[in-house]
């Protein structure tokens, strides 16, 4: 009717129309332009993927003594036959702790080593709530050891445990890349997700020895 009557629009609602926006979002946003800001700001700290942790290894040569020092001592993965399978031997390590230093950043964000995403919430603590996963099986990894475990939050978890530790070609397929890799991506398939796992320098350093070792005395 305004404009069968040659009437001037109002501008924001001529704006709403073009955008395909009600006008009444238009107007909380006038209304409450500090609310706006601060709900944007959580949107794009939302979308935006955090800094990967760096860690690198000043001395790879003593570290890698190191590690293989801690394997001529370290504990053998053992179990017992109860009424089911009980790993008896893993409080000799604290993967939690060992991967929470390595894979938060400066920012004081622990990050996802598979989906690079911030861990998806804070315990009552203030801690990032993460999970530990062994990244391998008993025959590929047989030795306790920190370096095994992999710093995932809940969803990249499940896939892992579900796509990668029950599909043995999926394992030996990691351990290759990660033998052979030269950068801290390993490629990583997902059932049908191609993706990768990134580690910082340190936790690759050691992982890598621990295989070669672990080939070395199969050989």
Not at 48 to 75: C, S
Not at 137 to 154: T, Y
Not at 173 to 194: I, V
Request: some cysteine.
């Amino acid at each position: 009717l305004a404009e069968m009557l040659g009437m001037k629009k109002d501008v924001v609602a001529k704006l709403a129309e073009e955008a395909g926006i009600p006008t009444e979002d238009i107007d909380l946003l006038r209304r409450y332009p500090e609310e706006f800001s601060q709900w944007k700001a959580q949107m794009v700290a939302r979308e935006e993927k955090p800094v990967f942790p760096i860690r690198t290894v000043r001395n790879p040569e003593r570290r890698q003594e190191r590690i293989t020092e801690q394997l001529a001592d370290g504990t053998k993965k053992e179990y017992e036959e109860r009424e089911r399978s009980v790993r008896t031997t893993r409080s000799t390590i604290e993967p939690v702790l060992w991967l929470r230093e390595q894979y938060t950043n400066d920012d004081g964000q622990m990050v996802c080593q598979i989906c690079k995403k911030e861990m998806p919430f804070r315990k009552r603590n203030g801690e990032h709530y993460f999970e530990a996963v062994e990244a391998f099986s008993r025959d590929h990894f047989p030795v306790e050891h920190e370096a095994q475990f992999l710093a995932l939050c809940p969803l990249c978890a499940a896939m892992y445990k579900e796509l990668v530790k029950k599909d043995e070609a999926a394992m030996t397929d990691l351990r290759e890349a990660l033998l052979n890799m030269d950068s801290l991506e390993a490629p990583l398939r997902l059932g049908y997700l191609e993706t990768t796992i990134q580690f910082v320098e340190t936790h690759l350093c050691d992982v890598k020895t621990i295989l070669e070792e672990m080939g070395r005395s199969e050989d």
